[in-house]
Nanobody, 120 residues
């Protein structure tokens, strides 16, 4: 499975961004989601969604601000990020796994990162 992320950029604090990730290759129905890695910190889970979209999971730090969703064709996942603050600055990575439990801890597939920078 190949994952292609896009949508990062520079935004002021309080602003919004929407990340997209398109999956290609493979036939399995994967859960998909997002991780992030800030400078000097470990990569951390952000949000994930099951293949059919019935289950969504979030890190506590983004609950109420970020929304994960899937496209109609199920091979695309989005991350709508609102009320951004400088602590959200990081490289954001798309990921895929057999289910949301595995996604949260050890995804099977990773995409390249997209930089999100929030200025104060």
């Amino acid at each position: 499975v190949q994952l292609q992320a896009s949508g990062g950029g520079l935004v002021q604090a309080g602003g919004s961004l929407r990340l997209s990730c398109a999956a290609s290759g493979g036939t399995r129905n994967y859960a998909m989601g997002w991780f992030r890695q800030a400078p000097g910190k470990e990569r951390e889970f952000v949000a994930g969604i099951s293949f059919l979209g019935g289950t969504t999971i979030y890190a506590d730090s983004v609950k109420g601000r970020f929304t994960v969703s899937r496209g109609t064709a199920k091979n695309t996942v989005y991350l709508q990020m609102n009320s951004l603050n400088p602590e959200d600055t990081a490289i954001y990575y798309c990921a895929a796994a057999f289910n949301t439990d595995i996604l949260r801890t050890s995804p099977q597939h990773w995409g390249q990162g997209t930089q999100v920078t929030v200025s104060s």
